[in-house]
T-cell receptor, first 116, second 113 residues
Framework: EAGVTQSPTHLIKTRGQQATLRCSPISGHTSVYWYQQALGLGLQFLLWYDEGEERNRGNFPPRFSGRQFPNYSSELNVNALELEDSALYLC???????????????FGPGTRLLVL | AQSVTQLGSHVSVSEGALVLLRCNYSSSVPPYLFWYVQYPNQGLQLLLKYTSAATLVKGINDFEAEFKKSETSFHLTKPSAHMSDAAEYFCAVSGGSNYKLTFGKGTLLTVNP
């Protein structure tokens, strides 16, 4: 069974540009989570999507946004990129619909975003 | 609100020695606790999780962790370290209406030959 996949693996952008990161969950999983792993800041929760809806977001500005498609894949968009957005962005998925609290989140390999 | 504190950002052990990575949590609701491992340039892999079924949880690669409510701890242990265990380890908590994971800052484990 394929795990969580993310694309691209690496992304280089300049300040002010927009970045789009993609995630495909494990087959049968309906929840997708996004986390940012920045140097010195650890792993921070960004967004949670379930059944196409945004269910929760972390303490990030509105220029971080995303969506979940009918096939449960997800996209994270970061607008007006800033240098401090440079980080590893990890996507995770869980099941079933809505998930049970405590349901295991399975992580993808991440997209490393570098903002110059 | 929930939080996790991992004591020791860097732990170094000899091959064959006991591994002990410390995690303390704070949660106003019954917690679900997780240990993940991250190898260089990779995502996170689940080692084990606690969901109140048993206080001693066994995971992959001979890792285990014990939930101690009175100490609000969930320390990770392995009886004998292997070189392949060198990685960063993260403790995480969820619970209540909180589906997201709140992570500790991680502990980098170095295994010396």
């Amino acid at each position: 069974e394929a795990g969580v996949t993310q694309s691209p693996t690496h992304l280089i952008k300049t300040r002010g540009q927009q970045a789009t990161l993609r995630c495909s969950p494990i087959s049968g999983h309906t929840s997708v989570y996004w986390y940012q792993q920045a140097l010195g800041l650890g792993l921070q929760f960004l967004l949670w999507y379930d059944e196409g809806e945004e269910r929760n977001r972390g303490n990030f500005p509105p220029r971080f946004s995303g969506r979940q498609f009918p096939n449960y894949s997800s996209e994270l968009n970061v607008n007006a990129l800033e240098l401090e957005d440079s980080a590893l962005y990890l996507c995770a998925s869980s099941s079933p619909t809505g998930g049970e609290i405590g349901e295991t989140q399975y992580f993808g390999p991440g997209t490393r975003l570098l903002v110059l | 609100a929930q939080s996790v504190t991992q004591l020791g950002s860097h732990v170094s052990v000899s091959e064959g020695a006991l591994v002990l990575l410390r995690c303390n949590y704070s949660s106003s609701v019954p917690p679900y606790l997780f240990w993940y491992v991250q190898y260089p340039n990779q995502g996170l892999q689940l080692l084990l999780k606690y969901t109140s079924a048993a206080t001693l949880v066994k995971g992959i690669n001979d890792f285990e962790a014990e939930f101690k409510k009175s100490e609000t701890s969930f320390h990770l242990t392995k009886p004998s370290a292997h070189m392949s265990d060198a990685a960063e380890y993260f403790c995480a908590v969820s619970g209540g209406s909180n589906y997201k994971l709140t992570f500790g800052k991680g502990t980098l484990l170095t295994v010396n030959p």
